[in-house]
């Protein structure tokens, strides 16, 4: 078996996360509340001559339905590994590599999106901050910007974290990955919290195994987030410029609910 030690890189280059990150944004979408819809509907309706900028795009998906509309369209993203998948999946749109706290594109948008609680993978309060800041200033006098984040319950926020381990459906191995006919195990590991910076670790297993489910390849790594309350998510776009704040705890506008989904929406002052 081929091994590796615990990264704590999410999405390496060439990693089994990374190439299957995909098909479990998939699975995310049928277990959950599809986003795409709500952002593909406030591209049509709010981006008219300045598009869109997608923040934390990864590979590319919501980037890639919005185009499919005719709305102009960009992806920022962090992870040259993610970037690459999108680049090779949708060749035709713009991609830039950077960092959502301290990027700047040299334009404004109509609309700027921070899907999949891509905000969460920010795990330092200021640069939370800092990538709301960032937004502002790439959006036009009257545009608008919208993001969805976990919610968190309290009870699974505490000290002790979890140490239960939760294994998904076994997948397809992604096309290219891996030996022929192998498959792809992915096991949620250990949780560890810290309340005091709100940040809480996943330790997540990728398993290429084979027809007789001995392990072939395994990769080991840490997911850092940072969970936010609804009070200070909306103090935080208060101090970075945004007026006509709404807050929804799903994507069909409903009033916000405790340990739900959180979902905002506010614009830059004309």
């Not at 948008?109 to 969460?120: H, K, N």
């Not at 608008?144 to 002790?160: N, T, V, W």
């Not at 076994?170 to 096991?187: K, N, W, Y």
């Not at 987030?225 to 506008?253: A, K, N, T």
């Amino acid at each position: 078996m081929k091994d590796s030690s615990i990264s704590d890189e999410f999405y390496p280059e060439g990693g089994l996360n990374t190439a299957s990150y995909d098909l479990r944004a998939d699975l995310d979408r049928k277990i959950f509340e599809d986003p795409i819809p709500f952002y593909t509907r406030l591209a049509t309706n709010l981006a008219h001559e300045n598009g869109v900028l997608e923040l934390g795009c990864g590979t590319g998906r919501i980037s890639a339905a919005i185009a499919k509309l005719g709305v102009a369209v960009e992806g920022l993203d962090l992870s040259p590994a993610m970037l690459g998948q999108a680049r090779a999946n949708y060749p035709d749109l713009t991609w830039h590599l950077g960092n959502m706290c301290d990027f700047d594109l040299g334009r404004q948008f109509d609309l700027v999106i921070i899907p999949f609680r891509g905000l969460q993978e920010v795990i330092d309060a200021k640069d939370q901050r800092r990538a709301l800041e960032r937004a502002f200033a790439h959006l036009k006098p009257g545009g608008a910007i919208a993001l969805d984040l976990m919610d968190p319950d309290l009870r699974y926020c505490l000290p002790e974290g979890d140490p239960e381990h939760v294994e998904l459906p076994i997948f397809p191995m992604p096309e290219g990955v891996g030996q022929p006919g192998s498959r792809l195990r992915i096991t949620a590991m250990e949780r560890t919290n810290d309340p005091l910076t709100q940040k809480f670790s996943e330790h997540w297993r990728f398993e290429e195994i084979n027809d007789q489910g001995d392990v072939i390849t395994r990769e080991d790594c840490w997911h850092h987030l940072r969970w936010v309350h609804r009070s200070e998510m909306r103090l935080m776009l208060e101090l970075s410029g945004f007026v006509s704040i709404s807050e929804f705890s799903d994507f069909q506008g409903n009033p916000p609910k405790y340990a739900s989904n959180q979902v905002w929406m506010a614009k830059r002052p004309d």
